[in-house]
């Protein structure tokens, strides 16, 4: 499990939003924000019920997902003032959960946490959904102070 300083989890438990960067077969990057939690060491980020251009089954982030596990999540502050920005930059490996089969557990228990950081997901369908799973390799954190 990644080690973080106090300070970098502090960062992530106030942070709303991250960043999620996926890799398609062709090697182009794709970078959407994202919801999440952060828990045990590890990221989840939903599919939710917010309009998207395809089905959730077809939304690129799964389908790069599935190519190619490694993914990169940054959760920033950013300030006017510069003197107080900050990140955590993380590296790692993703997968998507359903909400049935060996993963069921974890998946309830992410869902749950998203429940209480997000009052917006109390009355969703994201229990039906995948989530996605990232499992950190290695994590940078930087502050300006």
């Known amino acids: 499990m990644v080690q973080l300083p106090e300070e970098a989890l502090r960062l992530i438990q106030r942070r709303p939003i991250a960043t ?3 890799v398609d077969p062709e090697s182009e990057p794709t970078v959407v924000p994202i919801c999440f939690v952060h828990h045990n060491g590890r990221l989840y980020t ?3 019920d917010k309009r998207k251009r395809v089905s959730w089954g077809r939304l690129k982030r799964l389908r790069n ?3 190619n596990p490694r993914v ?3 959760v920033e502050e950013y300030s006017k003032d ?3 920005l900050a990140y955590v ?6 997968e998507a959960l359903l909400p049935q089969g060996p993963f069921a557990r974890e998946h309830r228990v992410a869902i749950d946490l998203f429940h209480d950081k997000y009052a917006q997901y109390r009355s969703s369908t ?3 959904r995948p989530i996605i799973r990232v499992i950190p390799t290695r994590a940078t954190f930087w502050t300006a102070t």
């Open 72 to 74: 990169s999540v940054l």
């Open 82 to 84: 510069w003197s107080q």
């Open 20 to 22: 999620l960067a996926t």
């Open 46 to 48: 939903p599919i939710d």
């Open 89 to 94: 930059l993380f590296h790692g490996n993703a």
């Open 126 to 128: 994201i229990d039906r």
């Open 65 to 67: 997902i599935e190519h």
